[in-house]
């Protein structure tokens, strides 16, 4: 939303026409969207993963630090939220 409005901003008030408010909504969800999909991804993989590691408990937080991480950069990479993102794969983990 922050650079939605900046975006407004910069055209100026007076020259913002109803595609711009359409265009910047639309962004807004596929950005909220991709980054929960990511978050939702990775937590599937890192349940899988963690799924064959209770025989090595030294090596499972590793795993969760990792693939969340991995997961953050991922989601940033691709211009998505990465917070929405780690919010999922929180949950999924919980």
């Known amino acids: 939303l922050y650079h939605m409005f900046e975006g407004?901003?910069?055209?100026?008030?007076?020259?913002?026409?109803?595609?711009?408010?359409?265009?910047g909504l639309g962004s807004f969800f596929i950005i909220a969207i991709g980054g929960t999909l990511i978050g939702i991804?990775?937590?599937?993989?890192g349940?899988?993963?963690?799924?064959?590691?209770?025989?090595?408990?030294?090596?499972?937080?590793?795993?969760?630090?990792?693939?969340g991480y991995l997961m953050y950069l991922t989601a940033e990479m691709c211009h998505l939220s990465s917070i929405l993102a780690y919010v999922a794969i929180l949950t999924l983990f919980d």
């Open 47 to 67: 349940g899988f993963i963690t799924k064959y590691t209770e025989h090595v408990k030294v090596i499972e937080p590793l795993f969760v630090f990792v693939i």
């Open 8 to 23: 407004f901003i910069e055209i100026g008030e007076s020259n913002i026409q109803s595609i711009d408010i359409v265009t």
């Open 41 to 45: 991804l990775f937590g599937f993989f």
